[in-house]
C-alpha cells in the first residue's frame, strides 16, 4: 500500500468557545485545511510549527517522541484542536513537530472519528458500517 492523503480541517477549540460564548465571531475563529498524511502508525495527531502558529495553539506539556527512524526528540503538546473529515470530528491534542514537516493524521483521532484506510481506494474513509454517524467502542 502507497501513501494515503486525506484533507483535514483543523480549528481552534479557544476559538470554537470564545464563539460561542459570543466573545469572538465565527468569521475570526482560526482554522486551516490541510493534507495530511494519514499514518496508522502515528498515535496522536501531529502538526508542524506553522499550523501551531497559524491556529495559536496554547502549549500544554513537553513529552518525547520517537521518530521513525527511532531518534528520540522532545516535542510541545499544544491544543486543544477539532479535527473535521467529511461528516466527522473529534477534539485532541497535537505534537508539534519541528520546521515544516508533514501533517501526520494519527491513530487516535482516526479511532474516535471512526475513520477507515482503504488499502484498494488509497484514501481516507468513513467506515462504511457507520456512514451516517461515527460509533465508538465502549467496552
Same mark, same amino acid.
Given at each position: ?48 510549527? *506553522? &499550523?501551531? /502558529? ?6 500544554? @506539556?513537553?513529552?518525547? !517522541?520517537?521518530?521513525?527512524? #527511532? ?19 473529534? *477534539? &485532541?491534542? /497535537? ?6 514537516? @508533514?501533517?501526520?493524521? !494519527?491513530?487516535?483521532?482516526? #479511532? ?20 451516517? &454517524? ?6
Amino acid at each position: 500500500m502507497g501513501l494515503v492523503y486525506a484533507e483535514i480541517n483543523l480549528t481552534s477549540i479557544d476559538d470554537i468557545v470564545l464563539s460561542r460564548r459570543g466573545f469572538l465571531d465565527k468569521d475570526k475563529i482560526k482554522q486551516v485545511r490541510v493534507n495530511a498524511l494519514v499514518d496508522s502508525g502515528a498515535y496522536m495527531l501531529s502538526i508542524n510549527e *506553522t &499550523v501551531r /502558529a497559524q491556529l495559536d495553539l496554547p502549549f500544554i @506539556e513537553k513529552q518525547f !517522541g520517537t521518530l521513525a527512524d #527511532e531518534t528520540l526528540i522532545e516535542v510541545e503538546i499544544v491544543g486543544p484542536v477539532e479535527v473535521r473529515f467529511e461528516n466527522r470530528r473529534t *477534539t &485532541v491534542d /497535537a505534537i508539534v513537530l519541528p520546521g515544516d514537516a @508533514e501533517v501526520l493524521l !494519527g491513530a487516535i483521532p482516526m #479511532e474516535d472519528m471512526d475513520v477507515l484506510i482503504d488499502p484498494r481506494q488509497q484514501k481516507l474513509v468513513v467506515n462504511p458500517k457507520h456512514p451516517y &454517524v461515527a460509533t465508538k467502542h465502549l467496552k
